[in-house]
């Protein structure tokens, strides 16, 4: 599993790799944080939160995945992360409590000189030919600042109210130098977004053991920016902007033994961001806006059950999603212009539908399983005062999903249900711990994704032993 090796939709066997370039994955982070509270005689809290983190990715790849083929990739990107936040923090055990604080985010996407984002249609062969080569450096700095309230209010000793708002301000912008099969292209663009967002909820502590919530709520996802490909720079992305309903309960029982929890939710997507093919380079994403409507809805329940040294837990999640009207040209299958196969508009909004332009209403979201569900067991035996021995299994299921909005079965974009299987058994000793494990005990054989054509293999059966000291 060195670097993302990756073997065509077409292929049977996703672990007999036929690549003839080489593929290496590297990815490196350092991150820091510090917190700091002060606690005013009048019980008011100011807290400072302040993040660094430095990072690089380098990822080499073999495009087509096959020894025949000759497109490469390769990238080498570094980012930098500032963050700080600041709050004021009513005391929390008063029938009114208050929060205000505001935030800074600032992060740089650094795509390293000299031109170290390379995609090349010869690469395999003969590497480097300008004619053959998209290649891209430069930087994408971002930034968002934002300003936050909240209020809390205890209608009941059992019934709590709370209300929150926030504004945020984001931008992003792009410095990139183009070099598209030898063609220069200067990528200078800016895109900024702003919102409010708010959120009122309402907590019932029914009794000791039950607990009712709801809530809803609004939020965003800033707009961004596309790299060029092709001729001129593309537009930018709007922002995403979505209204959120969720309620549940929380309940347990026979002394704590078995604790219970369900939810349901509905989120309602405005502009939802979607990401297609270029036309002309399908290697590249494009990242656009749904016009209408796209609704994501479901529930999930979650069970935990616990007797002396034996435990059990459970968890199920159903989901349904489906876009609204949106029009787009599978960048697989593009028309030719030739006879027959004429090249015909294909607007997001208006279409009008065709051949090639297909309409993506109630397409589902990609990688967005209609059902999930796990359950694990385990039972701890006591081994004298100081050792215990701890064996464990748990299975997990994961349903068929789409790779793609076009959900073409042909294409490979159906990515099949998957059973996964582990056990391990851990023995502890003070602050020893040691733990035999394996992973995916049956072996399966599935694809995680789908990227270019080619599907990335979900990990095959491992074991091992993990070794932990506590001090």
Known sequence: MGGYPAAPYTQKDLFHLTANSPQDAHDKLIRSSLKADYTFASGVKFRSVTGIASGETKYRADLDGTATGIETFYDNVGEFQFSQEFNLISPDDQRFTWLVG???LWNTYTFRKPYQFDIDLAGAVTPGIPAYVYSLQGRNPERSLAAFGQLGFNITPKLKIEAGGRYTASRSTNRVDVMQYGT???????????????KVSLGWKASPTQYLYGFVATGFRPGGLNVPVGLGNPDAFKPEKVTSFEGGWKGSFAGSHLNLSVD??????????VIVGYPD???????????????????????????????????????????????????????????GDPILPCDPLTGPVSTHCVSLKGQEQTYAPNLTFNVGAQYELKLGDTDTLTPRVNFGHVGAQWATLFENPALGDRLGERNVLNAQLAWTHGGLS???????????????????????????????????EAF
């Not at 220069?184 to 409010?196: A, L, P």
């Not at 016009?291 to 034996?310: H, V």
């Open 184 to 198: 220069y292209i200067r990528d200078d663009q800016r895109v900024k977004s702003d919102n409010f967002s708010y």
């Open 102 to 104: 505001a935030f800074g």
């Open 281 to 339: 380079i399908p290697t590249f994403g494009l990242e656009l806006n749904v016009p209408k409507t796209t609704r994501i809805y479901g529930g999930e329940a979650e069970a935990d059950l616990r007797f002396g040294g034996f435990s059990i837990n459970a968890g199920v999640n159903v989901l349904h999603s489906d876009l609204g009207q949106f029009y787009a040209v599978d960048s697989r299958t593009p028309p030719t212009g030739l006879p």
């Open 264 to 273: 349901g939710f509905y989120n309602n997507y405005r502009n939802f961001q």
């Open 434 to 468: 040691v733990t035999g494990y394996a992973t995916n005990l049956t072996n399966q054989h599935y694809a995680g994704a789908l990227n270019s054509g080619l599907y990335f293999a979900g990990p095959p059966r491992q074991y091992g032993i993990r070794v932990l």
